[in-house]
């Protein structure tokens, strides 16, 4: 079934520590975003792809780095865990013009 | 910039009752609109969308049309069922990005 995998489901993470967040996409979409959901305060985008070898910050982006290698992958890094990114994270992509997004399941991040 | 703001829930509802959320925006230019709905533990999923001034979008008996004069994008159901139980996210996207804007979520229950 075409759609977004991440890894892991949920992850509890020692403050200090770097943490990868993995995203892939088989549907061959250009743009690829990463958000953030928290509580009151919805859906925070933190980084975004366009293409592969580009990308962009979003509305929060401190403490996070992102790579586009290639079409397929957009995984997000933790370089230094604080428990303020104790968050769920969902990944998505986007293709056509006006279609809106396809969403991955999320990565439920607890930092202690 | 642009934003959306949807009304603060939660919202209880009983089976079979109507539901309506309200959803407004900002932007500049003529963006497409589109409402997302996220099950217990999992991603958003598209419910929704329309492209253009008068446009309704339609799916599992939701219904949402584009008023430009109000600039809004009201959520709407005839009955609902427990299973509609979910958080609602309305969201815009602007005419030169594909990066989507989404308000704070509107948590729905519905009781039996």
């Known amino acids: 079934i075409a759609g977004i995998t991440q890894a892991p489901t949920s992850q509890i993470l020692a403050a200090g520590r770097r943490m990868t967040l993995r995203c892939t996409q088989d549907?061959?979409?250009?743009?690829m975003y990463w958000y953030r959901q928290d509580l009151g305060l919805g859906l925070r985008l933190i980084h975004y792809?366009?293409?592969?070898?580009?990308?962009g910050k979003g509305e929060v982006p401190d403490g996070y780095s992102v790579s586009r290698a290639n079409t397929d992958d957009f995984p997000l890094t933790l370089a230094s865990a604080v428990p303020s990114q104790t968050s769920v994270y969902f990944c998505?992509?986007?293709?056509?013009?006006?279609?809106?997004?396809?969403f991955g399941s999320g990565t439920r991040l607890t930092v202690v | 910039g642009n934003s959306v703001t949807q009304m603060e829930g939660p919202v209880t509802l009983s089976e079979e009752a109507f539901l309506t959320i309200n959803c407004t925006y900002t932007?500049?230019?003529?963006?497409?609109l589109f409402w997302y709905v996220q099950y217990p533990g999992e991603g958003l999923q598209l419910l929704l969308k329309?492209?253009?001034?008068?446009d309704k979008g339609s799916n599992k008996g939701f219904e949402a049309t584009y008023r430009k004069e109000t600039t809004s994008f009201h959520l709407e159901k005839g009955s609902v069922q427990v299973s509609d139980s979910a958080v609602y996210f309305c969201?815009?996207?602007?005419?030169?990005?594909?990066?989507?804007?989404f308000g704070k979520g509107t948590k729905l229950t519905v009781n039996p």
């Open positions: 932007a500049t230019g003529y963006p497409s």
């Open positions: 969201a815009l996207s602007d005419r030169g990005s594909e990066k989507l804007v």
């Open positions: 549907m061959r979409h250009n743009a």
């Open positions: 329309a492209t253009k001034a008068d």
């Open positions: 998505a992509s986007s293709g056509l013009r006006g279609e809106g997004y396809t």
């Open positions: 792809s366009n293409t592969a070898g580009t990308t």
